[in-house]
Nanobody, 116 residues
């Protein structure tokens, strides 16, 4: 049974930091590209960051470049999203995604709220 379980969300003040984690099970994690997406109320889901299967390549949405860092630990079947200098516009539900060929898996999401 495939599972992606996100954690680490919460309420943080503008300028603060959070680290999201996504633990995967039920598939060969090290062969999948992993991504973080987010969806704010009334908006479409958008790609935040992606990391290749080996971790050797990453890409980011322009809105988070220089502030967010995606990483992975294949030994722990875990992908991370370090979020620094958070802004109110980063408020959203953040979802973990795993993709390999036609296989596409999603977690249930974790809420991130940036507010004073």
């Amino acid at each position: 049974q495939v599972q992606l379980v996100e954690s680490g969300g919460g309420l943080v003040q503008p300028g603060g930091s959070l680290r999201l984690s996504c633990v995967a099970s039920g598939f060969t994690f090290s062969t999948y590209a992993m991504s973080w997406y987010r969806q704010a109320p009334g908006k479409e889901r958008e790609l935040v960051a992606l990391i290749s299967d080996t971790g050797g390549w990453t890409t980011y949405a322009d809105s988070v470049k220089g502030r967010f860092t995606i990483s992975r630990d294949n030994a722990k079947n875990t992908v991370y999203l370090q979020m620094n200098s958070l802004k109110p516009e980063d408020t959203a539900v953040y979802y973990c995604n795993a993709r390999f060929m036609i296989s596409d898996y999603w977690g249930r999401g974790t809420q991130v709220t940036v507010s004073s």
